[in-house]
Structure formats: C-alpha cells, structure tokens
C-alpha cells in the first residue's frame, strides 16, 4: 500500500523555538495533505488542508500565522509551529491521497510526530 | 459529512469475531462507508470501505444494511494487536481532495 512519511516522530523543544514537522507520500503523488493534531484520549481534529502551489486552508480557530504549512511539492508538505508554547504540546498527523488510480478514494497517515514544549 | 454512532468501547476475547456497530441514519446515496483504525501511538491506517455490497479484504470484512442506515465491521478473529480506536467515517463520492473528519470512535479492547 502507499506510505506516507512522517518526520520527526517525536521532538521536544523549549519555549518560544519554531519547530518543523515534514511530511512525505514516499510511492504517490498528492496535490492535497492534511494536518490533523490530536490531544490524549481525543479524537483527531482537522488543522488545515495544503494545497501543491498554493496556500493551505485553515480550519476555523487555527491561527495559520502560529502554524505555518508549506507544500512545495507534490510529494512534501511541512507544518511548521512557530514560538510554540507548552498549550502547542501535542500529537501532530499529516494524511494524503494518491492522486489517481484506486486508491484515490482513501486516506493514508503519516506516524504522527508528538511535541512536547517545555 | 452526515454523523456516523458507534458505541464508545467494546470489548473481545483473543481469537473470537468481533462486529463493531456503526448508524448512520442520515447517510445519502453518494456517501461511502469508510472504516478506519488507529493502534495506540500511532496515525490512522484504512481498514476497508464500501457503498452498498458486502465487502472483504485481508483486515476485515464491511457489512451494509440494506437501507445502509448502519454498517457493521467485522474482524474475523481478534487478535491483541487489533486493539485500537476503530472509526466509522462517510465520506461523499469519489472525494480524495476532502479531509477524513473523525468522530470520536470505538476503543476496542483485546483480551488474551
């Protein structure tokens, strides 16, 4: 099945640093990922969607100045959570969908990366 | 995205069939049932999806009511890493370009 990559699984910073999260579809292409984060015991809360070429759409409440996503290529999006503060601690998901074929019509997660701010 | 139910838990005994209930009354004529799970620590994986027919793959199987009000998946024997938070997700069409939107799932409990 196609994989998605996601890079760092886990990374801890102090308050106030910028912390980058990539996230690649290794075997497919995808004009559209997905950015989700998810709090213990919750479900998974859409972020944003990114769009190859153009600007991501943020979900209502999502401040996309704090939470920057950059999809350069067809393969690449990364999320970047600017002077993150200990209320950013969480567990950050991008997904993707192949682009054609029959797979088109399903969703595939990255690992997940956890943050933790400190 | 209609609203999809399931239980909050459930529970099985290693080795046996579980049927994990989802409603979805509201669902449209376009709107596939999808199915996904996810393993503690982990993002969500597919497990199957279908519109009207009964599907089966090597995870599991999908079984549609025939008003497609509720669907049922079915994990022929449980195994301990089959616990997980399993969601039942519509989606419209053929919409590879729209986001997953989860609700909050079954927590399924495996017991050796």
């Known amino acids: 099945g196609a994989v998605v990559s996601q890079h760092p699984s886990r990374v801890i910073c102090k308050s106030g640093t910028s912390v980058k999260i990539e996230c690649r579809s290794l075997?497919?292409?995808?004009?559209?990922m997905f950015w989700y984060r998810q709090f213990p015991k919750k479900s998974l809360m859409l972020m944003a969607t990114?769009?190859?070429?153009?600007?991501?759409?943020?979900e209502q409440g999502v401040e996309k100045d704090k939470f920057l996503i950059n999809h350069a290529s067809l393969t690449l999006s990364t999320l970047t959570v600017t002077s993150a503060h200990p209320e950013d601690s969480s567990f950050y998901i991008c997904?993707?969908?192949?682009?054609?074929?029959?797979?088109?019509?399903?969703?595939?997660f990255g690992a997940g990366t956890r943050l933790s701010v400190l | 995205d209609a609203k999809t139910t399931q239980p909050n838990s459930m529970e099985s005994n290693e080795e046996e069939p579980v049927h994990l209930p989802c409603n979805h009354s509201?669902?449209?004529?376009?709107?596939?049932i999808h199915w996904y799970r996810q393993l503690p620590s982990q993002g969500p994986e597919y497990v199957i999806h279908?519109?009207?027919s009964n599907v089966n793959n090597r995870m599991a199987s999908l079984a549609i009511a025939e008003d497609r009000k509720s669907s049922t998946l079915i994990l022929h024997r449980a195994t301990l890493r089959d616990a997980a938070v399993y969601y039942c997700?519509?989606?419209?069409?053929?919409?590879?370009?729209?986001?997953?939107?989860f609700g909050k799932g079954t927590r399924l409990s495996v017991i050796a």
């Open positions: 997904s993707a969908t192949p682009t054609g074929g029959f797979a088109k019509n399903i969703q595939y």
């Open positions: 075997d497919f292409q995808a004009t559209t």
């Open positions: 990114s769009n190859e070429g153009s600007k991501a759409t943020y």
């Open positions: 509201t669902i449209s004529g376009t709107d596939y």
């Open positions: 279908g519109l009207t």
């Open positions: 997700i519509l989606r419209a069409g053929y919409s590879g370009n729209t986001p997953l939107v």
